[in-house]
């Protein structure tokens, strides 16, 4: 994959390793603004987890395979839609707190959602996040040719936004998180709910 044109938030170690790009994902990185108050208020967002990324306005289509090297909870390879701090989508490869490894989905405007799709039984997946306006769609799948839907929402979104690949280790020391076939295509796709 040719990085040359991307940037970095929180920068991190990455390497090519045949036609993977390996990030290292540090301890106790993500992107989540919790949902739950603890002791009657939310907590800060937090945002220090490695993104690799392209501006990109108006529509467009993400999708890169992704495996990570599952040791702790909520380990994850993700693909993401960043305007800032905020507001910003994630899907997501990760081993659950129901000690599964599943499709999961994060939308935040303000606050996060966390959406645990279906499990996966192997160690690798294709994610995808589509945008028509300002209307979105989640897809994962397992050969790269089919895709099925997680999930289709609205959010309100500035024209352009950070689009790429995120690697985290919330509850973990850190680890190696893989990426193959990325591409981002600036299109407007037919139809939010089949992805194309």
């Known amino acids: 994959m040719d990085l040359s044109l991307f940037k970095w938030l929180n920068e991190t170690s990455v390497t ?11 301890a106790y990185s993500d992107y989540f603004n919790n949902p739950i108050p603890e002791d009657g208020k939310f907590t800060e967002p937090q945002a220090n987890a490695p993104f690799l990324y ?3 306005e108006g529509d467009f289509v993400i999708k890169a395979k992704v495996r990570p090297d599952f040791k702790t909870t909520f380990d994850a390879a993700c693909i993401i839609v960043f305007q ?28 996060s959602d966390d ?9 690798s997946v294709w994610l995808q996040i589509a ?3 300002n209307n979105f769609a989640i897809h994962y799948s397992l050969d790269g040719e089919r895709y099925d839907m997680v999930r289709v929402f609205y959010l ?3 024209n352009i936004l950070k689009i790429g690949i995120e690697a985290q280790c919330p509850m973990g ?10 591409s981002i295509e600036k299109k407007t796709i037919e ?3 089949a992805g194309e």
Do not use: M, Q
């Not at 090519?16 to 540090?26: K, L, N, V």
């Not at 959406?115 to 039984?121: D, F, P, V, W």
């Open 16 to 26: 090519t390793i045949g036609d993977e790009i390996a990030i290292y994902a540090p």
């Open 54 to 56: 392209k501006d990109i």
């Open 84 to 111: 800032d701090e905020k507001t910003w989508v994630k899907a997501a490869f990760e081993k659950s707190d129901f000690d599964t490894n599943a499709v999961v989905s994060v939308v935040t405007n303000t606050i």
């Open 115 to 123: 959406a645990k799709g279906c499990n996966i039984e192997g160690d």
């Open 131 to 133: 945008r028509v306006g």
């Open 156 to 158: 309100p979104v500035a």
């Open 173 to 182: 020391e850190g680890g190696l998180r893989y990426f193959s076939h990325l």
């Open 191 to 193: 139809s939010l709910r």
